[in-house]
T-cell receptor, first 111, second 116 residues
């Protein structure tokens, strides 16, 4: 049972435009959500997170939106840069602190 | 952000031998460390959770006698793959979380294990 889903395996965006990566979850006990960026053969790098008591968190070019009623979160990157090309994982956690990861979305930003 | 070092980054071993992977938190004390495994083009799958000074908690389906985890200090956890077989070949990644880290885990660079 996939509790965290990223239904788009890949996304291609032009440099300078907005990238929107989506994530859905099924477990209503999740109360903290994170986005990680990963390059091949490297560990994930933490990008941004959001608590379930908020609906938006912004950090520079990255903004995460949370819609609890829809059990949906999204990561917006604007403006997108070629260096943003990587695999993006969303993750969710409940009280145990364990992270449940989605399958990842490969973002390609074209110059 | 916090720095987690994982060593080695790549190891090749013969079938039947054991391999030890180290995970260190360099600039913070990691009360909890996690070990993940990633298959090609798949997500990270949690193998086990370890707290300093106590036994690791393994996820369902993970053989604790095969994947030995030791978390002897607040900055070091090790994963030993015992009697490795080709099916153990994978990408292993550790992460660490400090006190009050709000569920944020910081990851090492991963270890590519190839068992011949």
């Amino acid at each position: 049972d996939q509790q965290v889903k990223q239904n788009s395996p890949s996304l291609s965006v032009q440099e300078g435009r907005i990238s929107i990566l989506n994530c859905d979850y099924t477990n209503s006990m999740f109360d903290y959500f994170l986005w990680y960026k990963k390059y091949p053969a490297e560990g994930p790098t933490f990008l941004i997170s959001i608590s379930s008591i908020k609906d938006k968190n912004e950090d520079g070019r990255f903004t995460v939106f949370l819609n609890k009623s829809a059990k949906h979160l999204s990561l917006h990157i604007v403006p997108s840069q070629p260096g943003d090309s990587a695999v993006y994982f969303c993750a969710a956690s409940a009280s145990t602190g364990k992270l449940i990861f989605g399958q990842g979305t490969t973002l390609q930003v074209k110059p | 952000g916090a720095v987690v070092s994982q060593h080695p980054s790549w190891v090749i071993c013969k079938s039947g031998t054991s391999v030890k992977i180290e995970c260190r938190s360099l600039d913070f004390q990691a009360t909890t460390m996690f070990w993940y495994r990633q298959f090609p083009k798949q997500s990270l799958m949690l193998m086990a959770t370890s707290n300093e000074g106590s036994k690791a908690t393994y996820e369902q389906g993970v053989e604790k006698d095969k994947f030995l985890i030791n978390h002897a200090s607040l900055t070091l956890s090790t994963l030993t793959v015992t009697s490795a077989h080709p099916e153990d070949s994978s990408f292993y990644i550790c992460s660490a979380r400090g006190e009050g880290a709000k569920n944020i885990q910081y990851f090492g660079a991963g270890t590519r294990l190839s068992v011949l």
